[in-house]
């Protein structure tokens, strides 16, 4: 059974920075794409940064410049560095991966239970 753990998040002054992990266990044949989600109170859910397999990126426009996601396939990790962090980066942060479990043959979004994320003085 395939699962996502995140970890990192906490209270954070403006101007600071967080790093986020997301370690996935139980085996999969293939992987499309790993991102980071999040959603703030009274908010919908929306996509913070994206990395596919081919190792190609994207990111929020609120974000640019300040977050960088990335990889780590042997640890089956992904990572969200956020540096500058601002009061509206406040949210709940989610781990989403679109993947294929061994065994079956239908790709599939994956979630981890979130991590939150405050920033306040």
């Known amino acids: 059974q395939v699962q996502l753990v995140e970890s990192g998040g906490g209270l954070v002054q403006p101007g600071g920075s967080l790093r986020l992990s997301c370690v996935r266990s139980g085996s999969i044949s293939r992987i499309a794409t790993m991102a980071w989600y999040r959603q703030a109170p009274g908010k919908q859910r929306e996509l913070v940064a994206r990395?596919?397999?081919?190792?190609?990126?994207n990111y929020a426009d609120s974000v640019k410049g300040r977050f960088t996601i990335s990889r780590d396939n042997a640890k089956n990790t992904v990572y969200l560095q956020m540096n500058n962090l601002k009061p509206e980066d406040t949210a709940v942060y989610y781990c989403?991966?679109?993947?294929?479990?061994?065994?079956?043959?239908?790709?599939?979004?994956?979630w981890g239970q979130g991590t939150q994320v405050t920033v306040s003085s």
């Open positions: 989403n991966q679109y993947l294929w479990p061994i065994g079956v043959p239908v790709g599939s979004d994956y």
């Open positions: 990395i596919n397999s081919g190792g190609n990126t």
